[in-house]
């Protein structure tokens, strides 16, 4: 009878490290996004952008292409569709996202309809598959984040004018437009990237749950977004390895590690 491995052993096997490498990497990514996400009240935002993917994705395989990179695609233009329905005209936040929403599922079901033969990696797409996680991912991982991290360096002071009260931010001529085109591409790139890590169901408790843990505690912008990186990468990691030793998918285990961190945040007394 084999025996099974235990912690220290897992951790020598390639595609596990490469899997542990990227969720920490892309938690510190999704911390910061989902800060701005919560902030300006657009947590549906990823649920609609999530859904636009699923819309790229069915096209890549009906066109026989990378169906990731048709995801990006429709990522990006979902986001800067709802942008550009609530800023040129005046189309409430909810309602342009709803749009995108059922579009982007309508086409991915209408895409893979039409694609002829079995999808063997939509399930992957759909739930999640951590353990895929290769080399370039991680490449592709860092640079986003090292990207978004620079980006709120130099513009802090900005995006949290932005997020908080565009209209003072507009009064006082900053770049209202620009940081809320550029953000809403950041968090496209970031649903893209994550969605290998916990599938495009998931996806939005991702985004909002570290957030909301740290909210429980923090008060002001700064101190969430560092708050919700530790949770992230805490719950990230504890998920990957509870479904190791339980042998169900991550993605599951991850977002039910950070639900409990939650459910817990709330229970316990705080000052």
Known sequence: MVEQLNYMDILAYPFFQRALLGVIIISVGVAIIGTYIISRRLVFISGGITHAC????????????????????????????????????????????????????????????????????????????????????????????????????????????????PDFARVNRLPVKVVNYLMTVFVAVAIVLTIRLVGIMLLMSLLTLPQLVAEVWCRRFSSTVFVSMGVAVVGGVAGLFISYFIGVPASATIVLTLTLFYVMARLLPRR
Do not use: K
């Open 54 to 165: 699923f819309g790229g994705l069915g096209l890549g395989y009906w066109l026989g292409v990378s169906p990731i990179a048709m995801a990006a695609v429709a990522a990006v233009a979902g986001s800067v569709g709802v942008e550009w329905l609530t800023t040129r005209h005046r189309v409430r936040s909810d309602s342009a996202i709803a749009v995108v929403w059922a579009v982007g599922m309508a086409l991915g079901i209408l895409f893979i309809f039409l694609t002829s033969g079995y999808v063997p990696e939509l399930n992957s797409f759909l739930f999640g598959n951590v353990l895929t996680v290769t080399q370039t991912d991680l490449w592709l991982f860092a640079g986003f984040t090292l990207l978004l991290a620079l980006f709120f360096l130099f513009g802090y002071r900005t995006i949290v004018a932005v997020a908080f009260d």
